[in-house]
T-cell receptor, first 112, second 112 residues
Framework: DTGVSQNPRHKITKRGQNVTFRCDPI?????LYWYRQTLGQGPEFLTYFQNEAQLEKSRLLSDRFSAERPKGSFSTLEIQRTEQGDSAMYLC??????????FGSGTRLTVV | GESVGLHLPTLSVQEGDNSIINCAYS??????FIWYKQESGKGPQFIIDIRSNMDKRQGQRVTVLLNKTVKHLSLQIAATQPGDSAVYFC???????????FGKGTKLTVNP
């Protein structure tokens, strides 16, 4: 097991385009989290899954954002009609129980 | 709600010295805290955690102290090494949620 895997590592997109990121958690972890991190700031919570159920969503997750975890394994985060303010590092984390989050290396999104 | 913050944005120490990074939190109902290390271009790396029923926890070269009376925790790194140079975040569990709330981070620089 190589930890939490995120793809792509970097994404540059034009404003208005849709983008999708993927997260593969540690295999035995049933909890999966998405966070967003802007330069110089700590990560901010976006949403959380327990197995395939999305149990909590932040107010940061506008209607342009959608996350899925269809089979309780990998997860995708889609941003529709991207805006320059969406430029950030998108981090995924997983855990077996709550304690001991493990983060991936993130996907850096740049909207031009 | 919870807010977590760090006292100093930057800390510079000499190699071999001990480092202390401080963090304050606002929600007295917070019952779990984690310290993370983040190197440039990477996701946060778990260092050590502590639950509110503990005052102190030790790991390899690291110690976390929790003072619930003044809502303060600290991370002590013994014999700081150049490889410890990174941004350090404290994160707290918001009561009733699995959302970690992060502070802005302290950048630790270790001088040879």
């Amino acid at each position: 097991d190589t930890g939490v895997s995120q793809n792509p590592r970097h994404k540059i997109t034009k404003r208005g385009q849709n983008v999708t990121f993927r997260c593969d958690p540690i295999s035995e972890h049933n909890r999966l989290y998405w966070y967003r991190q802007t330069l110089g700031q700590g990560p901010e919570f976006l949403t959380y899954f327990q197995n395939e159920a999305q149990l909590e969503k932040s107010r940061l997750l506008s209607d342009r954002f959608s996350a899925e975890r269809p089979k309780g394994s990998f997860s995708t985060l889609e941003i529709q009609r991207t805006e320059q303010g969406d430029s950030a590092m998108y981090l995924c984390a997983s855990s077996r129980e709550f304690y001991g989050y493990t983060f991936g290396s993130g996907t850096r999104l740049t909207v031009v | 709600g919870e807010s977590v913050g760090l006292h100093l944005p930057t800390l510079s120490v000499q190699e071999g010295d001990n480092s202390i990074i401080n963090c304050a939190y606002s929600n007295s109902a917070s019952d779990y805290f984690i310290w993370y290390k983040q190197e440039s271009g990477k996701g946060p790396q778990f260092i050590i955690d502590i639950r509110s029923n503990m005052d102190k926890r030790q790991g390899q070269r690291v110690t976390v102290l929790l003072n619930k009376t003044v809502k303060h925790l600290s991370l002590q790194i013994a014999a700081t090494q150049p490889g410890d140079s990174a941004v350090y975040f404290c994160a707290g569990l918001q009561g009733g949620s699995e959302k970690l709330v992060f502070g802005k981070g302290t950048k630790l620089t270790v001088n040879p």
